[in-house]
């Protein structure tokens, strides 16, 4: 886990090796235990370690031959390729896994990026054929940004590094804008800055320095081609042996590893399974607010470290520290994110990183096996539509009212959900539903001004959405409410992880992420995966002898939540005042502050309103303002 940025001058002009070091600098806290630079003429790479693996010879950038890379993330099963690239007869100086991606872009180019099982971005430049090769892995669980100009090609692990050169300029993308008011993160290849983009998870690019010809390619996506041949009993089997070997490649490390443990399903999961084959002592990290009962899950991760005998780690983010640390956290993000998880998150990291140096988590477990209570409700009003109009959309009935009854107790803390989703538009299509169901500007449109209420065209943001959702492999609704979730919502959640880990250099793995877990998921008949409408049903089946029976058989999942409605309108209120309601914000003229004012006393318990906005002004601050 490191920090990376590149430089390539289509001028052919050299890269000046003051301009490189600034941009590697402003992501020095990804690196702490080492850095290096390579400069050869009009490309420059430079790398900031994070030591996880080799720590004594796996310094970057690191070349073979005509080849040089710079590889942010870690490559899982290295030793596997290893032994296979020696069996060819490529010769090892280190035991790194850098050095594996070196030889196996030498032995298969690009296709390399295929067999790689890990979280990777990398930059590798071919001095023979006047080349660089871009790279990043199947979920993007490792970042890379890019900006290019007439006379650059930029890269970075952070769009802070990207903005450190005297060519990009910290100025808003108003379409992004408009996306994140929408579903609180950006589609695609774009950013909130204008003229920086992501390179997308599963895809590499192939830059040309003679004709300066950039070629970009998707080697990975989440394929639905549904495998009807094998049974119910042979997918759980391969899903537990598939999250065992997950486990088995991530726990391999030359530094300590820990566990997030937030007592929910996929956490629990991780730690049991990586818990007896980790060195002891095993160490879980547990966030945790005592502002009510429904901010703690402690009653289920301390049964969880118990069965497997670990160390635990219980940490109180309190009110004073989000005060305090907000600003700066808005800062390590780059950009406006999803939730107020950031901030408890952020926190348990922190802490982590004085015990542990690499930290597995369960990130991914909702979107590959269906753990969102949307899905639950769209399918309800689906049910109720077929037995009413004795109607069916999808090519087969995957639930009927009658078999979803049963697993509906799982709605009852999302009543008001409910009663806002079925106060218009009943049975409209399907697309036009999940819209309804991810879409969050409703009820933040009113906290805008009427001149940006203006620009907001919700029908282009809806067609933006159908491009994802309506894919052609994707047939069934469940199907396409996941892979929707897959490569829109889930980057945006890793964008957190990766950035809260980083910010306190500490290493984040998210073995459920494995490309091999969700081939197998995306290839099973929907009506197996969502039995009977039950969230997450392959998952709890292929642990059903690991999990305690209270974590396997809870309702009442929680997902970080913060008392941020309570600090608002409680001692609190003066800093969310001084951002919000400020003469910087007024003179902005994005918020209708009259409208703020009113939210800052009736924010809905777990709402995400005023954290939208509050991460929007302050983003505002920290860059645009700033430039």
């Known amino acids: ?11 052919r002009q050299p890269v000046e090796r003051a301009v490189l070091t600034d941009m590697a600098n402003a992501i020095r806290h990804r690196g702490p235990d080492g850095e290096g630079c390579f400069i050869d003429g009009p490309v420059g790479f430079y790398h900031k370690r994070l030591a996880i693996i080799d720590l004594v010879t796996g310094a970057q950038p690191m070349t073979t031959g005509p080849l040089t890379i710079v590889f942010n993330g870690e490559i899982y099963n290295y030793v596997e390729l290893r032994a296979e690239l020696q ?29 790689l099982n890990g979280m990777f971005a990398f930059l590798m430049y071919d001095r023979d054929r006047q080349t660089v090769f871009v790279a990043r892995d199947h979920f993007g669980i490792k970042p890379l940004y890019y900006a290019v100009s007439d006379r650059h090609i930029l890269f970075a692990s952070e769009i802070k590094a990207l903005l450190q050169h005297p060519s990009v300029t910290a100025a808003p993308d108003h379409d992004a804008i408009r996306e994140y008011i929408t579903f609180q993160f950006v589609t695609g290849e774009n950013t909130m800055f204008s003229g920086v983009r992501k390179l997308r998870p599963g895809h590499w690019q192939m830059i040309d320095l003679a004709s300066g010809d950039r070629r970009t390619e998707c080697f990975w996506e989440p394929r639905f081609t549904i495998d009807p041949y094998h049974t119910e009993e042979y997918f759980v089997v391969e899903v537990r042996r598939l999250l065992e070997d997950a486990i088995r490649l991530q726990l391999r490390s030359d530094v300590p590893v820990g566990a997030y443990l937030s007592g929910g399903t996929d956490s629990s999961i991780v730690t049991l399974l990586a818990a007896p084959h980790a060195a002891p002592p095993f160490h879980t990290f547990t966030g945790v607010f005592r502002e009510g009962p429904e901010f703690d899950e402690t009653r289920y991760s301390r049964e969880v470290a118990a069965q497997c005998q670990a160390t635990v780690h219980e940490i109180v983010p309190t009110e004073q520290q989000f005060v305090d640390l907000m600003p700066s956290m808005v800062y390590q993000m780059d950009e406006p994110v ?7 998150q952020f926190i348990v990291a922190r802490c982590a990183a004085q015990t542990v140096k690499v930290v597995l988590g369960g990130q991914g477990g909702d979107e590959i096996f269906g753990g969102y209570a949307r899905y639950l409700v769209a399918y309800l009003e689906q049910a109720i539509k077929g037995a009413i109009f004795e109607s069916n959309e999808e090519a087969e009935h995957i639930v009927s009212l009658k078999s979803i009854i049963p697993n509906l107790p799982a709605l009852r803390q999302y009543a008001p959900m409910l009663q806002t989703f079925w106060r218009q538009d009943v049975f409209e299509p399907m697309d036009r539903r999940y819209f309804r169901l991810v879409d969050r500007s409703g009820g933040a449109l009113s906290l805008f001004s009427e001149d940006f209420r203006a620009t907001y065209h919700r029908e282009d943001l809806f067609a933006r959405f159908q491009a994802v959702f309506n894919h052609p492999d ?33 290493e984040s793995r998210v073995p459920i992420l494995d490309h091999r877990v969700a081939d197998l998921v995306t290839s099973m008949p929907p009506r197996m995966k969502f039995r009977g409408g039950e969230l997450k049903y392959m998952l709890l089946r292929a642990t059903a002898n690991l999990l305690p029976r209270r974590v396997a058989e809870r309702k009442d999942k929680m997902g970080f939540p913060v008392p941020m409605h309570l600090w608002a309108k409680g001692a609190s209120r003066d800093f969310f005042a001084d951002v919000l309601l400020s003469s910087r914000a007024r ?25 939208g906005l509050l991460n929007l002004e302050l983003w505002h601050r920290q860059f645009i303002d700033a430039a």
Not at 94 to 114: F, W
Request: net charge neutral.
């Open 87 to 115: 069996q060819r007869g490529h010769g090892f100086r280190t035991t790194s896994d850098t050095e594996v991606i070196l030889a196996m872009y030498a032995e298969y180019g690009p296709e390399c990026v295929k067999r």
């Open 587 to 611: 003179d902005r003229g994005i918020f209708d502050t009259r409208e703020v004012a009113k939210l800052m006393d009736g924010e809905s318990a777990f709402g995400r309103r005023l954290w």
């Open 338 to 344: 999803a939730g107020p998880g950031l901030f408890p």
């Open 474 to 506: 994707t047939q069934s609704y469940y199907n396409k409410m996941t892979h929707f979730d897959l490569v829109t919502g889930l980057p945006s959640l890793l964008h957190v992880e990766d950035r809260v880990s980083m910010a306190a250099s500490l």
């Open 1 to 11: 886990m490191c920090g990376i940025v590149g430089i390539i001058n289509r001028d």
